[in-house]
């Protein structure tokens, strides 16, 4: 069984993310095998929130080359949490 911190890598500080703060959204990385039913156990247990709706992505890796060396960076999950009216995440940039 995983814990909370497993399943919540860490929140998104996107400039579209910031956007999204204000309609009640907010994006986390999360674990590649996590479901929405976990993430949504995680948020409320690690922030105290009540999460209303929950909305998952699947993001490719892309191909990167550095001189003359090819390699990809790893594939990973993005969650958009939508909290209930009145809850926040205090984050450092709000």
Known sequence: MSTPYDIIKHI???????GMMAENKYIFHVANDANKIQIRQAV????????KKVNTLKVQGK????RYKEGKTPDWK?????????D???????
């Open 78 to 86: 993005k969650a958009v949490v939508t909290l209930k009216q009145g």
């Open 44 to 51: 409320e247990e690690i922030y105290n929130v009540t999460v």
């Open 88 to 94: 926040k995440i205090e984050t450092a940039t709000t």
């Open 12 to 18: 998104a500080r996107t400039e579209k993310g910031s």
């Open 63 to 66: 191909w990167k080359r550095v």
